[in-house]
């Protein structure tokens, strides 16, 4: 099972995402993309959704007419893992194609 990172490690990562913050009230990093319109928002949950089932790591989120809000957390481990990191990369390459 993946291991929960430790805080050095998380604060390394999360300089790497600089969209991406720790979740105020739990263990878990969040990011809140802003897209053009609805289309554009549905298209990257659409894609992201692709990458998290082959990934058996799946996100919490919500979409907002163009926003779409992002926790991403390890539920097996109770808190951020390396799979959360490689979900929020993956994201943010979606978000940006
Ligand atoms: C049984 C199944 O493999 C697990 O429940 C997977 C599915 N997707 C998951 N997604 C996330 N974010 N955390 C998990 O611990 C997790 N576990």
Do not use: C
Request: net charge negative; glycine share 4%; charged share 30%.
């Amino acid at each position: 099972m993946a291991q929960k990172l430790s805080p050095e490690s998380r604060k390394a990562a999360l300089s790497r995402l600089p969209n991406w913050a720790d979740a105020k009230d739990r263990d878990a990093i969040v990011r809140k993309f802003t897209f053009g319109d609805f289309n554009e928002a549905f298209g990257f949950m659409t894609r992201a959704a692709l990458v998290a089932e082959k990934m058996n790591h799946h996100p919490e989120w919500s979409n907002v007419y163009r926003t779409v809000e992002v926790t991403l957390s390890t539920h097996d481990a109770g808190g951020v893992t390396e799979l959360d990191l490689e979900l929020a990369e993956a994201m943010e390459m979606i978000a940006d194609s």
